[in-house]
């Protein structure tokens, strides 16, 4: 399936009726800034069925974040996804929100370290219950090409 057919049917966190769909690549603004500029998040069929009513919030606000943190920062964000990975073994499956960026390793790791201290300091003001299930359900990573 091309690409921008994938974008048009995808759902994306937080997207819910009465709010605007997001805009399809061919109409995102083709000079990069990162406040206008953010592709809209990918969400994969299997991550999509592990967002039930427990998670989605803290998806959610984890989502929240990510953004603030990349329109803050002026390393051009490719790609983001969010996937499930699960461990057929141990019978066990979290969240992962992938953040692909055109960068050299060491600032695509500063903007995990940002990201990751914003989602510490929201951790304490969360429940511990769901504090639980954002450590064990859900996961980060910040891919980088040089």
């Known amino acids: 399936m091309p690409r921008k057919a994938r974008e048009a049917r995808a759902e994306y966190v937080g997207l819910q ?10 109409e995102r603004p083709s000079r990069w800034d990162p406040a206008t500029s953010l592709p809209q998040w990918r969400i ?4 999509r069925a592990l967002l039930t009513s427990p998670l989605r919030p803290i998806a959610e606000g984890i989502s929240a ?19 499930a990975f699960s461990d057929p073994e141990e ?3 979290e969240v992962v929100f992938q953040i692909h960026v055109a960068a050299p390793a060491e600032e695509a790791l500063a903007l995990w370290d940002a990201i990751g201290g914003e989602i510490d300091k929201w951790k304490e003001t969360l429940p511990r219950s769901q504090v639980n299930l954002l450590c064990e359900r859900v996961g980060m990573h910040v891919l980088w090409e040089d």
Not at 17 to 26: I, Y
Not at 44 to 47: H, P
């Open 91 to 93: 019978d066990w499956k």
């Open 17 to 26: 009726e009465g709010r605007p769909r997001p805009a399809l690549a061919a």
């Open 65 to 83: 974040i990510i953004l603030a943190k990349l329109r803050q920062n002026p390393i051009r964000t490719r790609e983001l996804v969010l996937c």
């Open 44 to 47: 994969t069929r299997e991550a």
